[in-house]
């Protein structure tokens, strides 16, 4: 069962929410967090999160990068794409980001371990595949990333994707747990965002990919790439701006 609508959940709650984990990590080790966010102690030792890999059952057509295990408090990347992880930097802590965005913010923790009636389940947007070594059940979350393309095929071939709420929410939440506005801030002050070498460089920094970085800035108004274009402007207005002096 799900905990929150998240239809509704604005960005900057979200963004509240992981500045309130980062808070939690800083009090636990007596250090500031800086880039790149050290996504996976976070997760272990504020959400109590286990990680795992595992062999995760793939239908014709799927792309699963990895999964939750709620009962077990385990997240499991699937060693399927081990080569995608390796192929694109970020990749990883990504999918372990979204994957901790369901715990945190999606699902119903309370009703984990309570009995349903038969032939009843909330879950209609979340499917389940066998994980091999582990003989579990994976709740299965993060397909066809960043491929509209194979989405849309994927959407064809089979039901369980995400939501396009649920989707949005936790990879706003990903995004916000490894690119928290405090140190994208203080990274404006080191780096031109207007200036793709920049971008690359910080990046490489925070160890995220750069479609996850520049998604991020333009959520926060740090930056605007107008659709079909490679152009970057400091934001909307400075765009629009430039529009009207033509």
């Known amino acids: 069962m799900r905990r929150n609508n998240l239809r509704f959940m604005r960005t900057k709650v979200i963004d509240e929410v992981t500045a309130m984990r980062i808070r939690q990590y800083e009090e636990l080790g007596g250090q500031p967090v800086t880039f790149p966010v050290p996504i996976e102690n976070i997760v272990e030792g504020v959400l109590g999160l286990d990680f795992d890999w595992d062999e995760i059952e793939e239908q014709p057509g799927e792309q699963i990068l990895g999964g939750l295990i709620a009962e077990e408090r385990k997240i499991l990347l699937n060693t399927n794409q081990m080569e995608l992880f390796q192929e694109k930097p970020g990749l ?3 999918t372990i980001g979204h994957e901790a965005g369901h715990w945190d913010i999606d699902i119903d923790r309370t009703s984990l371990n309570h009995p349903t009636f038969a032939g009843f389940d909330c879950r209609t ?8 070594n582990s003989d579990l059940l994976v709740e299965v979350l993060n397909r066809a990333y960043h491929d509209d393309r194979f989405y849309k095929l994927y959407k064809q071939l089979t039901v369980g994707q995400d939501s396009p709420d649920v989707k949005s929410a936790v990879d706003r939440y990903q995004s916000s747990l490894l690119m928290p506005a405090w140190l994208i801030h203080d990274a404006a002050t080191r780096y031109d ?15 995220v990919n750069i479609s996850n970085l520049t998604v991020r800035l333009q959520r926060l108004d740090l930056l605007y790439i107008p659709e079909g274009s ?4 400091r934001n909307r207005d400075h765009f629009t701006g430039q529009k009207q002096l033509f």
């Not at 947007?125 to 091999?132: D, G, L, S």
């Not at 965002?193 to 160890?207: G, K, M, P």
């Not at 490679?230 to 402007?233: A, D, E, H, R, V």
């Open 230 to 233: 490679k152009t970057l402007y």
């Open 193 to 207: 965002f207007t200036n793709w070498r920049d971008l690359y460089d910080l990046a490489d920094e925070a160890q």
């Open 92 to 94: 990883e802590r990504s």
């Open 125 to 132: 947007e979340v499917v389940f595949r066998n994980a091999k």
